[in-house]
């Protein structure tokens, strides 16, 4: 079965320390892989896609990278923000396009 | 633009009540879809269409229809709604369903609560 899992569940750090989110995912052939970020009470945002191709990704403060051999996908977050707490979900497209898999995502709490 | 835009925010309904999610968007895209969000899950697609007059299941799609009567809007019907399908939903569109980078734009959410 297709599963998209991230770890931890739940993250807490210091504004200003980065910290990096996991991602495995067992899709395989998959088309690209999604990072999105959800505010509390509002819709996800997209923050980056990257083809089976692409290693790496950066979007400001955000970087991902992504290891097709290994199917593990992470998301750096450099010198982190108070509006940065959020939850962060992983998200895969399978290779016909027709399905995303939703992992179940990693809340993170940043505090001054 | 508005991007995608969803009414209501908050609804609360009785078991057996019907009601209609309403779902629309300003940006010309094709595909649109229909996501519940629960909690310690991640979403699950309920039903989507490539275009105005195409819809198709998703993952979780007993107890809702939808329609695409124009390509701005799409609908979602309880028909009769369950405890079960109190949940957050999340309408969202993109320019195409197919293999590029298209990027999901997603609304608001809709919190319903059945009691």
């Known amino acids: 079965k297709n599963q998209v899992e991230q770890s931890p569940q739940s993250l807490i750090i210091l504004e200003g320390k980065n910290c990096t989110l996991q991602?495995?995912?067992?899709?395989?052939?998959?088309?690209?892989l999604r990072w999105y970020k959800q505010d509390t009470g509002r819709g996800p945002v997209s923050l980056t896609i990257?083809?089976?191709?692409?290693n790496t990704k950066s979007n400001g403060r955000y970087t991902a990278t992504l290891d097709a051999d290994t199917k593990q996908s992470s998301l750096h977050i450099t010198a982190s923000q108070l509006s940065d707490s959020a939850s962060y979900i992983c998200?895969?497209?399978?290779?016909?396009?027709?399905?995303?898999?939703f992992g179940k995502g990693t809340t993170l709490s940043v505090s001054s | 633009n508005a991007g995608v835009t969803q009414t209501p925010k908050f609804q609360v309904l009785k078991t057996g009540q019907s009601m209609t999610l309403q779902c629309a968007q300003d940006?010309?895209?094709?595909?649109m879809s229909w996501y519940r969000q629960d909690p310690g899950m991640g979403l699950r697609l309920i039903h989507y269409?490539?275009?105005?007059?195409?819809?198709d299941q998703g993952e979780v799609p007993n107890g809702y229809n939808v329609s695409r009567s124009t390509t701005e809007d799409f609908p979602l019907r309880l028909l009769s709604a369950a405890p079960s399908q109190t949940s957050v939903y999340f309408c969202?569109?993109?320019?195409?369903?197919?293999?590029?980078?298209?990027?999901?734009?997603f609304g608001p959410g809709t919190r319903l609560t059945v009691l």
């Open positions: 969202a569109s993109s320019p195409s369903s197919g293999t590029g980078s298209n990027e999901q734009f």
């Open positions: 991602c495995n995912y067992t899709v395989s052939p998959f088309s690209n």
């Open positions: 990257m083809t089976f191709s692409e």
């Open positions: 998200v895969v497209l399978n290779q016909a396009g027709t399905a995303l898999i």
């Open positions: 940006m010309n895209h094709e595909y």
């Open positions: 269409s490539v275009g105005a007059g195409i819809t």
